[in-house]
């Protein structure tokens, strides 16, 4: 097999016909094609986690969650990405490839992923009429912070801890926090008091 190189230029039209064919998935960015990264197992139980929860919340209601595998088309013929976890309420999203109408869109934060995710993507993303809220989820320690269009069109930033109840308003839905990373493990930091009592109990 030839390896493919990270970035190749196609037409938006050529790259919805031969994206799915790939093995790996690919975001597209003004005509540049963007292989995307792997990710951890706690990037991966986290948005599992999310969207099952999601999913539960939803079961009875006109909504559909998706991981992973759905695009957003973020700008027709311009952009196309890959969230970790979309959800449409829009009758109309009915595209099998394409979830052009979202209302809640999730980011599990990576080192990789975060700068753009919180700057490019955001700025992209914010100019779809039908997003209500943009959520980030920290990986390495508990953290979650939801970005929400209020009635003047304005993003507000709200933070969540592990011991809070998190409510998404576009779904109306509430969610512990510490539901979020149920059999995630947090990366211990060795902090100098455990180093002094390390010393201590070797002496």
Same mark, same amino acid.
């Given at each position: 097999?030839?390896?493919?190189?990270?970035?190749?230029?196609?037409?938006?039209?050529?790259?919805?016909?031969?994206?799915?064919?790939?093995?790996?998935?690919?975001?597209?960015?003004?005509?540049?094609?963007?292989?995307?990264?792997?990710?951890?197992?706690?990037?991966?139980?986290?948005?599992?986690?999310?969207?099952?929860?999601?999913?539960?919340?939803?079961?009875?209601?006109?909504?559909?969650?998706?991981?992973?595998?759905?695009? $957003?088309? #973020? /700008?027709?013929?311009?952009?196309?990405? *890959?969230?970790? =976890?979309?959800?449409?309420?829009?009758?109309?999203?009915? &595209?099998?490839?394409?979830?052009?109408?979202?209302?809640?869109?999730?980011?599990?934060?990576?080192?990789?992923?975060?700068?753009?995710?919180?700057?490019?993507?955001?700025?992209?993303?914010?100019?779809?009429?039908?997003?209500?809220?943009?959520?980030?989820?920290?990986?390495?320690?508990?953290?979650?912070?939801?970005?929400?269009?209020?009635?003047?069109?304005?993003?507000?930033?709200?933070?969540?801890?592990?011991?809070?109840?998190?409510?998404?308003?576009? $779904?109306? #839905? /509430?969610?512990?926090?510490?539901?979020? *990373?149920?059999? =995630?493990?947090?990366?211990?930091?060795?902090?100098?008091? &455990?180093?002094?009592?390390?010393?201590?109990?070797?002496?």
């Amino acid at each position: 097999m030839v390896a493919l190189p990270d970035y190749i230029l196609m037409s938006a039209e050529e790259y919805l016909v031969w994206e799915p064919t790939q093995e790996q998935r690919y975001e597209y960015w003004d005509g540049e094609v963007v292989a995307m990264s792997g990710g951890t197992r706690n990037h991966n139980r986290i948005s599992l986690n999310f969207s099952k929860l999601l999913d539960d919340a939803l079961a009875e209601r006109s909504c559909e969650v998706y991981i992973v595998d759905i695009k $957003v088309e #973020v /700008e027709p013929g311009q952009k196309y990405f *890959y969230p970790d =976890v979309v959800v449409t309420c829009d009758e109309r999203d009915d &595209d099998p490839q394409l979830v052009k109408s979202p209302c809640l869109i999730i980011e599990v934060l990576s080192p990789s992923t975060e700068a753009a995710d919180r700057g490019k993507k955001f700025a992209k993303y914010r100019q779809s009429p039908s997003l209500q809220e943009y959520v980030l989820v920290q990986v390495a320690q508990p953290g979650v912070e939801v970005f929400r269009r209020n009635e003047q069109g304005k993003w507000v930033l709200s933070e969540y801890n592990l011991d809070e109840i998190l409510r998404l308003e576009s $779904v109306d #839905v /509430e969610i512990a926090i510490a539901h979020l *990373y149920r059999q =995630v493990q947090f990366e211990t930091e060795v902090t100098e008091i &455990d180093m002094i009592d390390s010393q201590y109990q070797s002496a």
